[in-house]
């Protein structure tokens, strides 16, 4: 019904039991149906009004599956990224032709914020950056959330909503923070926030190909360090 356009985004149902005599089924099926849909974001209900179709957005409909990238491991995780190392570049080479003037901003200004928290966490990847806790968790993570927020911010700048809920879907700050505190270890830090440089640079240059290719650079950094972490591990890389 909702497919075909006879219940339309925000829209209320029939009652679940109107529903079952024109489905034929039990009243039990139908709640576990609703329950079901509710929870993949097709449905929602709202108490004392009824069960309501919601707005159909991406991002809602895709929702569940950002549990993906927080909860694998090994050789899934690896596959992860090499999803992303086939999308993100081609996303990134989208926003260099599409982004305009304000999301340039707002992905300059987490680039600022994301080497300010970085400088603080390694103790000096900036002049001056020597402050109280760094080498801290809490600064890895800190630079974590601001990388994944470039990272969204890009992405969003395409304009693609259904991009930019699979790209979420396939990014973790949990494994951003790990990503950060491995390479933080190894001193390569600085290598990543090159990597970001390169990124901006293409953006604000309205430059595609350097855009793709600076991000397709720093998403084979990642899977390459990933790989190396899970043989030192034990885990499986191949």
């Given at each position: 019904m909702i497919?075909?356009?006879?219940?339309?985004?925000?829209?209320r149902l029939p009652t679940e039991r109107d529903l079952s005599a024109q489905l034929g089924v039990s009243r039990s099926s139908m709640r576990e149906a609703i329950r079901a849909l509710t929870t993949l974001g097709v449905l929602e209900s709202r108490h004392g009004a009824g069960v309501y179709v919601t707005a159909l957005r991406p991002a809602d409909l895709l929702e569940t599956f950002s549990v993906l990238a927080e909860v694998s491991q090994g050789h899934t995780l690896l596959?992860?990224?090499?999803?992303?190392?086939?999308?993100?570049?081609?996303?990134?080479?989208?926003?260099?032709?599409?982004?305009?003037?304000?999301?340039?901003?707002?992905?300059?200004?987490?680039?600022?914020?994301?080497?300010?928290?970085?400088?603080?966490?390694?103790?000096?990847?900036?002049?001056?950056?020597?402050?109280?806790?760094?080498?801290?968790?809490?600064?890895?993570?800190?630079?974590?959330?601001?990388?994944l927020g470039f990272h969204q911010a890009i992405v969003a700048s395409t304009g693609n909503a259904t991009l930019a809920a699979i790209n979420d879907g396939l990014s973790s700050r949990t494994f951003n923070a790990r990503v950060w505190a491995g390479h933080r270890e190894a001193g390569l830090t600085a290598e990543l926030h090159e990597d970001h440089e390169r990124i901006h640079e293409a953006l604000v240059a309205r430059d595609p190909d350097a855009a793709r290719a600076?991000?397709?650079?720093?998403?084979?950094?990642?899977?390459?360090?990933?790989?190396?972490?899970?043989?030192?591990?034990?885990?499986?890389?191949?």
């Amino acid at each position: 019904m909702i497919s075909g356009g006879e219940v339309g985004p925000g829209e209320r149902l029939p009652t679940e039991r109107d529903l079952s005599a024109q489905l034929g089924v039990s009243r039990s099926s139908m709640r576990e149906a609703i329950r079901a849909l509710t929870t993949l974001g097709v449905l929602e209900s709202r108490h004392g009004a009824g069960v309501y179709v919601t707005a159909l957005r991406p991002a809602d409909l895709l929702e569940t599956f950002s549990v993906l990238a927080e909860v694998s491991q090994g050789h899934t995780l690896l596959e992860v990224l090499q999803v992303r190392r086939m999308l993100e570049p081609a996303a990134t080479a989208l926003a260099a032709a599409r982004a305009d003037a304000r999301d340039l901003e707002r992905i300059g200004a987490l680039l600022e914020h994301m080497d300010g928290t970085a400088a603080m966490d390694c103790g000096g990847l900036r002049a001056g950056a020597r402050l109280v806790g760094e080498g801290s968790d809490g600064g890895v993570l800190d630079t974590a959330g601001a990388d994944l927020g470039f990272h969204q911010a890009i992405v969003a700048s395409t304009g693609n909503a259904t991009l930019a809920a699979i790209n979420d879907g396939l990014s973790s700050r949990t494994f951003n923070a790990r990503v950060w505190a491995g390479h933080r270890e190894a001193g390569l830090t600085a290598e990543l926030h090159e990597d970001h440089e390169r990124i901006h640079e293409a953006l604000v240059a309205r430059d595609p190909d350097a855009a793709r290719a600076a991000a397709t650079v720093h998403v084979l950094r990642v899977e390459r360090w990933l790989r190396t972490d899970l043989a030192r591990s034990g885990g499986s890389g191949d």
